[in-house]
T-cell receptor
Framework: SQQGEEDPQALSIQEGENATMNCSYK?????LQWYRQNSGRGLVHLIL?????REKHSGRLRVTLDTSKKSSSLLITASRAADTASYFCATEISSGSARQLTFGSGTQLTVLP | NAGVTQTPKFQVLKTGQSMTLQCAQD?????MYWYRQDPGMGLRLIYY???????DKGEVPNGYNVSRLNKREFSLRLESAAPSQTSVYFC???????????FGEGSRLTVL
């Protein structure tokens, strides 16, 4: 079963606009991470937010976390054509002897030039 | 640094054949993971290894076996491939305090 679910499944915007993607999850987490995947490539880590944090910034990325609503959002400001990719949220829970990440099904972002 | 390296990148098998996917990381990470990615399903954890000598089942382990050969290498074996195992397989490693994973480029497997 999917711990994280992204919304929307697909998003198409013009270059220069902001893109917002949302993630909802079901159980308590240690942290929530966002990853990016370009077509045909592996996933690349973007940003991590801990369960006791509410907002985090990294360059043009802004992530928020609301643990009461079990949701997170990823905002990409001033988008570029090169931001076209799939974006996945991943939740980490404490389980067993290793960190385990559970991924959502992703949001496909298309930025039109 | 190469990061996480997976081989092969592409493979076509017939039903019932066996094969091993290889993964190696050069970041001195303790933990290594195998995920599969299917359209619309995101990534699902097959097996993971918290440290050399240990392996544990993930969400979808049936039909697979793994070996943590040493700290660098973690292999995934399909003993008798089935069409349902057609997928893209990703190896990942992690070891930092912050918990992010580093992924390989994927191995695209088709089972006919």
């Amino acid at each position: 079963s999917q711990q994280g679910e992204e919304d929307p499944q697909a998003l198409s915007i013009q270059e220069g606009e902001n893109a917002t993607m949302n993630c909802s999850y079901k159980t308590s987490i240690n942290n929530l991470q966002w990853y990016r995947q370009n077509s045909g490539r592996g996933l690349v880590h973007l940003i991590l937010i801990r369960s006791n944090e509410r907002e985090k910034h990294s360059g043009r990325l802004r992530v928020t976390l609301d643990t009461s609503k079990k949701s997170s959002s990823l905002l990409i400001t001033a988008s570029r054509a090169a931001d076209t990719a799939s974006y996945f949220c991943a939740t980490e829970i404490s389980s067993g002897s290793a960190r385990q990440l559970t991924f959502g099904s992703g949001t496909q972002l298309t930025v039109l030039p | 640094n190469a990061g996480v390296t997976q081989t092969p990148k592409f493979q076509v098998l017939k039903t019932g054949q066996s094969m091993t996917l290889q993964c190696a990381q050069d970041m001195n990470h303790n933990s290594m993971y195998w995920y599969r990615q299917d359209p619309g399903m995101g990534l699902r954890l097959i097996y993971y290894s918290a440290s050399e000598g240990t392996t544990d089942k993930g969400e979808v382990p049936n039909g697979y076996n793994v070996s943590r050969l040493n700290k660098r290498e973690f292999s995934l074996r399909l003993e008798s491939a089935a069409p349902s195992q057609t997928s893209v397989y990703f190896c990942a490693s992690g070891g930092s305090y912050y918990g992010e994973l580093f992924f390989g480029e994927g191995s695209r497997l088709t089972v006919l």
